[in-house]
């Protein structure tokens, strides 16, 4: 017997904390009934459940993939504005796939997609602080003094980030180029970071996530994670 949410998490179908939502919105039925309550826990050999009045099954074969997301789409699986979303890549992929997290529609760069659950909770889960990094350009010249400030936390909202390690990339009278890794993930968190200490973000790109880098992967693309790659995720 399994928790529901873990076992929509096993099929596939989100986060075991996305799962729990889509179940508290009524979306997930178990043998027809509908479930709105946690706590509820399914056979996966009698019970059938079914998540939109789709059934859904635990996959077999896990899949992730590494997609270098472009600037103007939506890291959703589909939006009521009729944005572009990452997913419009993968609509002949022959799995269904979710994002790993979010990335910002005016951000580009590296996104994780898959389709174990498990895993995408696991990595998620602010207790194990997987380290983004963020390829960040600076409108004007940042001091020494604003890239210690970043290095020690910013306070957003009331709340002091944790501290971020800065590294200086290039720098001129116009625009800074820094590299800056993050484990939180709060909302466009870097751009406010970033003008935190008076300066905006003119470009920012996703290079790395915990052990996966962008690499060289052309903008738009996506390539199977290495099996080097997976076994990392995995010990996460």
């Known amino acids: 017997m399994l928790r529901l949410q873990k076992y929509l ?7 075991r904390r996305a799962s729990e939502k889509m179940i508290q919105e009524g979306r997930v039925t178990v043998n027809g009934s509908v479930i709105t309550e946690m706590g509820v826990q399914v056979d996966e050999m009698r019970d059938t459940v079914a998540v939109d009045g789709e ?13 270098n997301k472009p600037i103007g789409e939506v890291t959703t699986v589909s939006d009521p504005e009729g944005r ?5 890549k993968f609509t002949d992929y022959p799995v269904r796939l979710f994002p790993v997290g979010r990335l910002d529609y005016d951000s580009e760069g590296l996104l994780l997609l898959t389709n174990d659950g498990e895993m995408m909770n696991r990595v998620l889960h602010p207790s ?9 350009k600076v409108s004007n010249h940042v001091t020494p003094e604003e890239i210690n400030a970043l ?20 720098e001129n009278t116009f625009d800074t180029v820094l590299l800056i890794s993050i484990h939180e993930g709060r909302n466009r968190q870097v751009r406010r970071m970033v ?21 060289s992967l052309p903008t738009g693309m ?4 290495t099996a080097e790659e997976i076994t990392a995720l995995k010990e996460i």
């Open 84 to 88: 572009a979303t990452v997913m419009d």
């Open 128 to 136: 194990r602080e997987v380290l983004k990094v963020y390829w960040t």
């Open 195 to 215: 003008e935190a200490i008076g300066h905006q973000v003119v470009r920012l790109r996703r290079v790395g996530f915990g052990p996966v880098s962008l690499g």
């Open 55 to 67: 059934i859904v099954r635990p996959e077999e074969e896990k899949h992730y993939i590494a997609y």
């Open 9 to 15: 998490a096993l099929c596939g179908v989100a986060s």
């Open 151 to 170: 290095r020690r936390g910013i306070m957003i909202d009331g709340k002091l980030t944790s501290p971020a390690f800065v590294r200086l990339i290039r």
């Open 222 to 225: 996506w390539r199977p994670l």
